[in-house]
């Protein structure tokens, strides 16, 4: 391992990528504690102290995906989540507008226009969560509505300063999202993957260490150890997959021979990805939104199904949360997979080209095949899913952590399945290099 870590850094190329990625990473970790302007920056501080074992509020998916830029007010308040958002948009409406779908069938030139329009989306959400995010620090929310009297004077009055923040803000996601792709085309590893890799990671220390005020010493090095349990069975099912073997009959074509080849279409266990996590977790915002912006004023009462979604949708360690979190990310798994993976298309393509399944006829039966297939594998897919999305929800009821926990729901599954594809691509790079690679 050490002798394939001293190659990579004796390859000019490799190096030159990875100082590369480095120095964009550097600057987006800085970036995300710049306050903005018109912070009170003295305030937001006594706030995150005095509120640091309770960030379960409605902004605590995206403050995970901003590295705790959010609760800050910075720069690079929103982080990535503006164009996870668009990306995801973008690819629903495959299914609903033609339009998107014929793009994304004409190649690279149609794959760079559904890109430009997720950049437009993006900057778009990103003008929308930032309007939403400055009102509810003005209207002193940000924190909850227990918060101190300090949490209620964030920002400057003035419609001109929380303007200027507003397109601060917007400016910074438009930033991130010109690193990622700098990553991209000139570092190493997928730029928008790398930097959520790292606003995620930049928050292992503080949600451990919580653990460890909270519970001591015994307690944390138990959750140390079932996190490295947790990580090694979450490396095992992402790598595990069903490959179904396809044969391609022999075409003669003038005095060629084509085809006569054998090979598989590899049908993964997690075929969905974090993205059933993060429908889930946007589902359940709702009932916990419908609530806030219905709370009683002084001396009255609250309406009785106020009180029923304050006992039971808003807190993570409730019984009837974890069920109903449960059982959305099992939907949206099987939702989702549907609509990435379409066995009559894949059918179609292999019978235009001569392939088919052995024992299978091709055309329908082997669509019906693959759907067969598919179900099974998203059925056991959804239950690991379901479970690691509850592990936060575990360690908030029994540990006293709050729900962007490390070692479960997106945070785990984002953190192994970027490590992975990274350390693959430098694998792949070492290999075109010293025909020797990372791995063995």
């Known amino acids: 391992m050490f002798s394939a870590i001293g190659r990579i850094f004796k390859t000019p190329d490799l190096r030159r990528k990875i100082v590369f990625t480095l120095a964009i990473v550097t600057l987006f970790r800085l970036g995300s504690f710049v306050p903005g302007p018109f912070v009170n920056y003295n305030n937001v501080q006594a706030c995150l102290v005095a509120n640091q074992a309770d960030t379960s509020g409605l902004y605590q998916m995206i403050n995970l995906f901003s590295g705790g830029a959010l609760l800050q007010l910075s720069i690079f308040a929103l982080g990535i989540m503006p164009y996870i958002t668009a990306s995801i948009i973008t690819q629903l409406l495959r299914v609903v507008i033609p339009h998107f779908e014929a793009l994304h069938k004409e190649g690279q030139a149609g794959q760079a226009k559904l890109t430009q329009y997720t950049r437009y989306l993006t900057i778009a959400l990103a003008v929308l969560q930032a309007t939403t995010l400055v009102t509810v620090a003005r209207a002193g929310m940000l924190f909850g509505a227990s918060a101190n009297a300090a949490c209620q004077n964030l920002i400057s009055q003035e419609w001109w300063s929380i303007l200027i923040l507003i397109m601060t803000m917007t400016a910074g996601t438009g930033l991130i999202m010109w690193f990622g792709e700098l990553i991209t085309e000139r570092g190493i590893g997928n730029g928008m993957s790398l930097l959520i890799f790292t606003s995620i990671a930049a928050t292992f220390p503080g949600a451990l260490w919580i653990i460890r005020e909270s519970e001591g010493w015994e307690v944390f090095f138990l959750v140390i150890a079932v996190g490295l349990v947790v990580?090694?069975?979450?490396?095992?099912?992402?790598?595990?997959?069903?490959?179904?073997?396809?044969?391609?009959?022999?075409?003669?074509?003038?005095?060629?021979?084509?085809?006569?080849?054998?090979?598989?279409?590899?049908?993964?266990?997690?075929?969905?990805?974090?993205?059933?996590?993060?429908?889930?977790?946007?589902?359940?915002?709702?009932?916990?939104?419908?609530?806030?912006?219905?709370?009683?004023?002084?001396?009255?009462?609250?309406?009785?199904?106020?009180?029923?979604?304050?006992?039971?949708?808003?807190?993570?360690?409730?019984?009837?949360?974890?069920?109903?979190?449960?059982?959305?990310?099992?939907?949206?798994?099987?939702?989702?997979?549907?609509?990435?993976?379409?066995?009559?298309?894949?059918?179609?393509?292999?019978?235009?080209?001569?392939?088919?399944v052995p024992g299978i006829r091709?055309?329908?039966?082997?669509?019906?095949?693959?759907?067969?297939?598919?179900?099974?594998?998203?059925?056991?897919?959804?239950?690991?899913?379901?479970?690691?999305?509850?592990?936060?929800?575990?360690?908030?009821?029994?540990?006293?952590?709050?729900?962007?926990?490390?070692?479960?729901?997106?945070?785990?599954?984002?953190?192994?399945?970027?490590?992975?594809?990274?350390?693959?691509?430098?694998?792949?790079?070492?290999?075109?290099?010293?025909?020797?690679?990372?791995?063995?």
């Open 231 to 356: 990580i090694a069975a979450v490396v095992f099912v992402e790598q595990s997959q069903r490959r179904i073997p396809v044969q391609y009959a022999k075409r003669v074509v003038g005095r060629r021979t084509y085809g006569g080849s054998s090979t598989y279409i590899p049908i993964k266990v997690n075929m969905a990805g974090v993205i059933p996590v993060i429908f889930a977790s946007a589902i359940l915002y709702l009932p916990m939104l419908i609530a806030q912006f219905n709370e009683p004023g002084i001396g009255e009462e609250p309406q009785p199904w106020v009180v029923w979604i304050s006992n039971n949708l808003v807190q993570g360690d409730q019984p009837f949360y974890m069920l109903v979190f449960f059982l959305l990310t099992i939907g949206f798994t099987f939702f989702y997979v549907q609509i990435t993976f379409n066995p009559e298309e894949v059918a179609d393509n292999m019978k235009k080209y001569g392939g088919f």
């Open 362 to 440: 091709a055309g329908r039966p082997t669509a019906e095949y693959l759907n067969y297939v598919l179900t099974r594998i998203t059925s056991a897919g959804s239950l690991y899913l379901g479970v690691i999305a509850l592990i936060p929800l575990i360690a908030l009821a029994f540990f006293g952590a709050n729900q962007n926990f490390p070692f479960g729901g997106a945070s785990i599954l984002i953190i192994v399945g970027v490590g992975l594809e990274t350390v693959k691509q430098i694998d792949a790079q070492l290999q075109q290099r010293h025909y020797e690679g990372l791995l063995k």
